[in-house]
């Protein structure tokens, strides 16, 4: 029987110390898949040795998180079920309408970035010092995931890649490399959260946009899952199935399935509602319903 594993690639900005933040998205994850299937649940529980982060920020930022003010809202979000009125409210509040229409404007016309808010402008910022591999550090991050993810392939594990906001194009970027320029066989199964992948400014920069149409893409996805909350902005394109849908053509994946309406990422803090943090999304059972289908799959 093959060993199932879990790979995590968390999005931008620090992170706590990794055994911790390791530690947080495991608790957050197995609680998605209890409401989902705890019968499952308690056998994930078990195989805690079977789930890897790659806890690239530490390289990129040069600092790790103070979680101490995030464990309260963490504890709060394990203990909720599901949104409240007022969360639906705030995933759809001119604030998040307007951000939306902004990065859609920035998205088509580059040149809009400089006049968009602080924030989204550092976000920006932040993407390009990846996809421009400043002082090498991009390779370096993809090294990181592949000296997890090579080796599972080699002995054809059964892997369910996760890749949450940046995390997303940092996996899909690897496995381009792992396929087109190691020429590494096998397939893992892709669970993308929160994804920029559907912005055209993403998608332009990605590995082997370039090159060959059938070279253009990753060979080593057998089913590409991809889910984003309602309010998340950060997922600006959501349905991937119709941004990749060539990889379908072309045969280099199985299926391409984007889950996008009616799924709230219920984690707030004192700065309110944050539709995109990994937390909210893994303790989702919507999320927990396609780990549970993925870890029965024999």
């Known amino acids: 029987m093959t060993t199932k594993q879990i790979i995590f690639v968390p999005g931008k900005n620090p992170k706590p110390e990794p055994a911790l933040h390791r530690a947080l998205l495991w608790r957050t994850l197995v609680e998605g898949v209890r409401r989902a299937d705890s019968a499952v649940a308690e056998t994930l529980q078990a195989g805690n040795p079977q789930f890897h ?3 690239w920020n530490h390289l990129y930022y040069r600092v790790h998180k103070d979680i101490t003010s995030d464990i309260p809202w963490i504890d709060a979000l394990i203990n909720k079920h599901g949104p409240t009125e007022q969360d639906i409210q705030d995933a759809h509040s001119w604030n998040i309408w307007l951000s939306r229409l902004m990065l859609t404007l920035a998205d088509h016309i580059p040149l809009l970035i400089r006049m968009l808010p602080e924030e989204m402008r550092s976000t920006a910022h932040e993407i390009d010092r990846y996809f421009n591999n ?4 991009a390779r370096q991050i993809r090294d990181l995931l592949k000296q997890t993810l090579r080796p599972m392939l ?7 890649l996760i890749g949450h906001s940046l995390g997303s194009v940092i996996a899909y970027d690897t496995l381009w490399e792992l396929s ?3 020429g590494l066989k096998g397939k893992v199964d892709f669970l993308t959260l929160g994804s920029p992948m559907g912005m055209h400014y993403i998608q332009r920069r990605l590995l082997g946009m370039n090159g060959s149409v059938e070279k253009s893409y990753p060979g080593l996805i057998r089913h590409w899952v991809n889910l984003a909350a309602e309010g998340d902005v950060t997922a600006l394109n959501q349905k991937l199935s119709e941004s990749f849908h060539a990889m379908l053509k072309l045969g280099l994946v199985e299926s391409i399935e984007d889950h996008c309406h ?3 990422n219920f984690f707030r803090s004192d700065e309110g509602l944050n539709s995109h943090r ?3 999304y893994l303790v989702n059972p919507a999320v927990g319903s396609i780990i549970a289908d993925w870890w029965k799959q024999r």
């Open 53 to 55: 982060l790659v806890g």
């Open 134 to 137: 400043t002082d090498d550090v």
């Open 154 to 160: 080699e002995q054809q594990d059964d892997v369910l």
């Open 180 to 182: 087109r320029q190691e």
């Open 262 to 264: 009616g799924i709230y």
């Open 278 to 280: 990994s937390y909210g």
